[in-house]
């Protein structure tokens, strides 16, 4: 069975500073895909990142990049410069691509809080 | 930018009664979901819905629930009877094609009482 741990329930981190949160991810299938999204405090869930099983270089996207390490079946989300509006609960989701899965499962998420 | 939307943002109801939900995914989309989050924990997949038919179901969608396609824009979920556990937020999602990421409403928050 596919299972996402998210080990921090909190994190705080000064404005401008980098934050790293932790993601490990436990699955059968071959071929997988690794996602985070934000949930700010509106509720609504904001992609933010991807990352295949297959891809080679770790992924990034603006102020985020993925710390992709498969051995030890991890994926770190790194938030470099951190802004006060970074404060939101952050969620790491799997999804099998093997057996016809498509469904995302979540971790319990890690509320990030960004001070100035 | 598309987006996927969601009606109500908030929708109470008294146990027993039927409610729709209802969502308009983006409209190049095929793949599409439905997730729930109780307030406070994980985001749980319900089910998930492509060329007209449910593809996959958890174990939380029960017979109480459906849902429709009905006129190739909207998706919507239905709670037959609902029950003070269903009280949670509700979010639609779709996806383009298989693969690539999923893009969720902004959720319908449901309170049961």
């Known amino acids: 069975a596919q299972k996402i741990t998210q080990t921090q329930p909190g994190m705080f981190v000064q404005e401008k500073e980098a934050v790293t949160l932790d993601c490990t991810y436990d699955?059968?299938?071959?071929?997988?895909?690794l996602f985070w999204y934000k949930q700010p405090s509106s509720g609504e869930m904001i992609f933010l990142i991807y990352q295949g099983s297959y891809d080679q270089q770790n992924a990034t996207e603006g102020r985020y990049s993925l710390n992709f390490q498969k051995a030890r079946k991890s994926a770190n989300l790194v938030i470099s410069a951190s802004q006060l509006g970074d404060s939101a609960m952050y969620f790491c989701?799997?999804?099998?691509?093997?057996?016809?899965?498509?469904?995302?499962?979540f971790g319990t998420g890690t509320r990030l809080q960004v001070f100035p | 930018e598309p987006e996927v939307t969601q009606t109500p943002s908030h929708q109470v109801t008294q146990m027993g009664q039927e409610v729709i939900l209802r969502c308009v995914p983006i409209s190049n989309h095929l793949y599409f979901y439905w997730y729930r989050q109780i307030l406070g924990q994980k985001v749980e997949f319900l089910v998930s819905f492509y060329n007209n038919e449910i593809s996959e179901k958890s174990e939380i969608f029960d017979d109480q629930f459906s849902v429709e396609r009905p006129d190739g824009s909207n998706f919507t979920l239905k709670i037959r009877s609902t029950k003070l556990e269903d009280s949670a937020m509700y979010f639609c999602a779709s996806m383009r094609d298989r693969g690539l990421e999923q893009y969720f409403g902004p959720g319908t928050r449901l309170t049961v009482t």
């Open positions: 989701a799997m999804r099998g691509r093997s057996y016809n899965t498509d469904k995302l499962i």
């Open positions: 699955t059968s299938d071959p071929s997988y895909g």
